[in-house]
């Protein structure tokens, strides 16, 4: 084994997450392994090992008797400079063969489904396999119990929270509606009126922003478990991310390829919600479902499928979940971006004249069927609780609260470079395409850069006049601008405006 | 632009296909253009541009102002050492909308999947994208239309060569047996006939060696088109390997990930076989399908689901196609490896008396079904007239003449490592593992070590002593001898000697 060893070197090259190493094509390890370009290599420290994909080098990057590690890999194996470590082929990944089994279009059981999870979430899957198996989950299809062992395996593989209470309620939108914000405003309202919601939320997978990038333009997000079970028995509330408590951390590695990949599998998507919402203790769930062309769920039909799919799996996994379907033809209020949409927050929280009136009819709805499906309010009585919980200032002193004991409030950025969408004609907003809306605030830099996005001036149905803004683009850097220029040139018709039908 | 320029490095790292450039993460590119890991970049030179996945450096791995690329980005760019390049966000690629309607089931038009071939020639795929596309076409298949489509969309975005003849043969294995190295005799005996046979062959992708790797062994084979012409010219045949020609040169780009994956769709195999014959001008093919249990068709059923698909789409192609479903349950000839299947073939060519007789009479049948498709013997009379060529030394001096034709010709190398793997007991051969046998095979160096492979003592039903030898183990190092060495000793039942059931 001896001969089987190199000293680790720390090349800084960021692969994202999958662990890539460094060998020269010339040593001897490669040579009597018989390594080749993307061959999984396996590597073994005295502490630790992991499955990492080789990239061979030619020339003088590395010396003799050296292995190079990517900064992923070089973290995971927990690595100090100059140590040494054996390398050999990796062993065959068992679980591979139900990947392969369900691209043939097999159906997958419970301990398959886990098996592929464990070794996901263990780092034994390259990129392009992952890529597979959520194509192959996109194409092929899962039954319910499929759904429901793949909801149950992602549980079982991350954290589990559990909360000494008997209702923890939480509250869940689909997405795919840019500025549909009301996360923060629902969770105030519902802690205002003592209802337990710690809610963990995401960043953003494929959209402009997740509500962790909003909050987090306000306070801290990034709370580990005892930070925010601190925060939920001072507040009965948090507003943090999840990531942090690894709640279903394998999500998170679908969801990367997910996302580079640009697509989405109701199945995945259930057992993605629901795992999360499982995992973190939550016991009543409600979920805005917003149906639009242009959002994630495009016509009644499939929102009602999977509006009955997240109520079935939910039943077998022993949480109440409810879900509202909603208007999802438009953004909803102004902003869109991470710091857009906070200002939006903060406008219906302060109740500002120019508050987004949508933004808040919305939040209060959600906020109503929270308190309904918990039991604090009768049915019927929710949403004029909430309503009124928000108009008398105590949801706002909750968020206040909230965001001061996850460590303290700030006000959101400015983007520095900006310029107007304007009208080339004049007419209605007959239309507005969310997808290339959301799009062009990416390429502005969103979710990232956080002050970057969208800000919009008009909505359905306005009149407008020939040169008149119809929304303003926001970026950090000059570049960014004009790549987001660049799109909105090639797509003139992203808010269409016309002659009324 | 000019602060939107870095300086080429090239950093020797072979990322296999897919080109990658590494920028510091604190560039002034990288900054202003917003890049993040995994970013797709557009690098523009000069004279050259691509599109490359970005890893991002920390460290001082590079200086401020430079940027590192792959070996493939560096070669598909044709950079120069300290040559400017600017860099951008990479356009988004269209054509993945049509993978994304793949996997969502919906079927492609011809255009769709032509512009799907061109972005990938193109190197404008991320490795994932390769592998989505790739799994979506297993899973959610493709019609006929669609196969014909892929087909002829790989022929589109390669060369493609024209021949002044009426009568181009060509023969195909679909692979997966190992030393079934019948094209060199099939080519000889076709050619010697007068029937045009001009021959690409690909190098090994899985196997120990492809039909290129086997006939480097007696002449070059890496000829541009021009010099295949004039041997075909001189000749009527030719030997050649097919990658210097560059027909259907997507098609190696998909193998590439489709072997990562170990995923093998009928549709792409159809589309691949075909491209490149219709590419290559041929108008006749004969195409060998073993079935065996460790063969890549494994039963009956698949074979004639196969073999109807390559017909139709042949059909539609305008070429005559016709399948040979054979015998795959052993290894052809005795030679696996790249030298000892070429000595088998100078065996049955020069009709030795020791030449295995299974390796002619496979390469008789073909070469006679080549001869009746193309109309040159009556139905049933092929074969006879196949067997003559061989017997009466036409066939053998027209393969002297190949060779000559293509650079000289000479004899195979001898490995200088030896070694006898014996039966641990007496009984008859039962079973004969070709996976692992080819993977030992392998490990001992081929194909890039020439003159490694094994050769076989035994054939299925044969009855051995024990310790009689079962196989020979051919090596040009010492540590290969002995790394194949301990692959056999983990594996003693690669040939299955036992009692006969």
């Not at 008797?65 to 100090?80: D, F, P, V």
């Not at 063969?97 to 070794?119: F, M």
């Not at 962790?212 to 997000?221: G, H, I, K, W």
């Not at 942090?244 to 259930?270: F, G, K, M, T, Y």
Request: some cysteine; aromatic content about 2%; glycine content about 10%.
């Amino acid at each position: 084994m001896a001969d089987h060893a190199l000293r680790l070197v720390r090349l800084g090259i960021d692969t994202h997450q999958e662990p890539v190493v460094y060998m020269r094509a010339d040593c001897h390890v490669c040579r009597s392994e018989g390594f080749t370009a993307h061959s999984r290599v396996r590597v073994t420290t005295d502490s630790s090992a992991l499955v990492a994909t080789l990239n061979v080098v030619r020339g003088d990057l590395l010396q003799p008797g050296e292995a190079g590690l990517s900064e992923s890999a070089w973290t995971r194996l927990a690595a100090r400079s100059a140590q040494t470590a054996r390398f050999s082929h990796a062993p065959p990944v068992e679980s591979l063969s139900a990947v392969r089994a369900k691209i043939y279009g097999h159906a997958l059981t419970e301990p398959q489904i886990e098996g592929v999870l464990r070794d996901v979430a263990a780092g034994r899957y390259a990129d392009i396999e992952i890529a597979a198996l959520l194509t192959a989950f996109t194409s092929a299809g899962l039954s319910l119990d499929e759904i429901v062992g793949l909801t149950r395996g992602m549980v079982a593989v991350g954290d589990q929270i559990h909360w000494d209470r008997e209702i923890v309620a939480d509250k869940h939108c689909v997405g795919g509606l840019p500025g549909n914000r009301t996360t923060p405003i629902v969770v105030a309202i519902v802690a205002a009126l003592g209802v337990c919601i710690p809610k963990t939320s995401s960043r953003a997978i494929t959209s402009p922003a997740g509500t962790a990038d909003t909050m987090e333009t306000l306070t801290a997000v990034d709370l580990d478990l005892p930070a925010m079970r601190r925060v939920v028995e001072r507040e009965g509330g948090c507003l943090v991310w999840g990531g942090a408590v690894r709640l279903s951390p394998v999500d998170d590695l679908l969801i990367r390829i997910e996302r580079a990949l640009d697509i989405d599998s109701e199945a995945q998507l259930v057992a993605s919600i629901l795992s999360k919402k499982v995992a973190a203790g939550s016991t009543h769930v409600v979920i805005d479902i917003p149906i639009g062309p242009s959002a994630k769920v495009r016509d009644a039909q499939s929102a009602a499928i999977l509006s009955r799919l997240l109520e079935q799996v939910g039943r077998q996994l022993g949480i109440s979940v409810r879900t509202l379907l909603t208007d999802g033809t438009q953004p909803v209020g102004r902003g869109i971006g991470p710091a857009l949409e906070a200002r939006d927050v903060l406008a219906v929280m302060r109740a500002s004249p120019d508050a987004p009136r949508d933004l808040r009819d919305r939040a209060v709805t959600l906020a109503g069927e929270v308190l309904e499906l918990a039991g604090h309010c009768a049915i019927g009585r929710g949403e004029s609780a909430a309503s009124a919980a928000l108009s008398d200032g105590r949801a706002w002193a909750k968020l206040q609260a909230i965001c001061e004991a996850q460590g303290g409030m700030r006000e959101p950025p400015q983007a520095a470079h900006r310029c107007d969408q304007v009208a080339l004609g004049a007419g209605r907003v007959l239309a507005i395409d969310n997808r290339r809306l959301s799009r062009a605030a990416k390429l502005a830099g969103a979710p990232s850069a956080k002050a970057a996005g969208i800000s919009l001036r008009v909505r359905l149905g306005d009149p407008v006049e020939s040169g008149e803004p119809l929304f303003e683009l926001h970026a950090e850097t000059p570049g960014e601008l004009e790549y987001a220029r660049g799109y909105l040139d090639a797509h003139p018709d992203i808010v269409r405006v016309g002659a009324a039908g």
